[in-house]
């Protein structure tokens, strides 16, 4: 158990749903992370939030719409997804601290129809 | 900008041999280095990480890297494999005045009996 949960596992939806995914924590962390998984590739770091403050966007495409209401919870909203943003999606949180691990929820595993 | 290259896509391993996963970074500046792992269906979770001090590191499951700051590389080992230790290891380096990692495109270990 990581303290890091992610909704839904597993999501299917074809280009012109709009579905969104959530992260929570519990490990009293400020900073809160979206990363994208391909096979094969690095990880893909999309955005971070620090005490609810949107302090990164890796040049994300509009279609992902990130959200943090709170320092515990982050969402990312989707609409009109392409094929190609097929991937694992991984939350992760941390203290904002330089040497400090992440700790990753367990992902979302998305396919676009 | 930092940067991983993990220089093996995929290593086979027979039970109870030894393992080796190499990790190279570049930066101009200093680093912090982590390695995780990411076993099936499940987020990454850390393995061990350099921060300062002795270059080798020693982390969970009997895992050890050595930080060799000459060679820019964190090489991870393990000096026998279980069959558990089948799942992906991703490299990662962050600057050390800041808290964002740059991840490696990942090994897959595979252990055979």
């Known amino acids: 158990e990581t303290g890091v949960t992610q909704t839904p596992r597993h999501l299917v939806m074809g280009m012109t749903n709009k579905k969104s995914l959530k992260c929570e924590q519990h490990?009293?962390?400020?900073?809160m992370y979206w990363y994208k998984q391909s096979a094969k590739k690095p990880l893909e770091l999309m955005f971070v939030?620090?005490?609810?403050?949107?302090?990164e966007n890796n040049s994300v495409p509009s279609r992902f719409s990130p959200e943090c209401p709170n320092s515990s919870h982050l969402f990312l909203h989707l609409h009109t997804l392409q094929p190609e943003d097929s991937a694992l999606y991984l939350c992760?949180?941390?203290?904002?601290?330089?040497?400090?691990?992440?700790?990753f929820g367990p992902g979302t595993r998305l396919t676009v129809t | 900008a930092q940067s991983v290259t993990q220089l093996d896509s995929q290593v086979p391993v027979f039970e109870e041999a030894p393992v080796e996963l190499r990790c190279n970074y570049s930066?101009?500046?200093?680093?912090?280095l982590f390695w995780y792992v990411q076993y099936p269906n499940q987020g990454l979770q850390l393995l061990l990480k350099?921060?300062?001090?002795?270059?080798l590191v020693k982390g969970i499951n009997g895992f050890e890297a050595e930080f060799n700051k000459s060679q820019t590389s964190f090489h991870l080992r393990k000096p026998s494999v279980h069959i558990s230790d089948t799942a992906e290891y991703f490299c990662?380096?962050?600057?050390?005045?800041?808290?964002?990692?740059?991840f490696g495109a990942g090994t897959t270990v595979t252990v055979r009996a």
């Open positions: 992760a949180s941390s203290h904002q601290r330089s040497g400090d691990e992440q700790y």
């Open positions: 490990l009293g962390h400020n900073a």
């Open positions: 939030y620090n005490f609810k403050e949107q302090t």
């Open positions: 930066s101009s500046v200093s680093v912090y």
């Open positions: 350099y921060l300062s001090g002795s270059t």
């Open positions: 990662a380096v962050t600057r050390s005045n800041d808290y964002k990692l740059s």
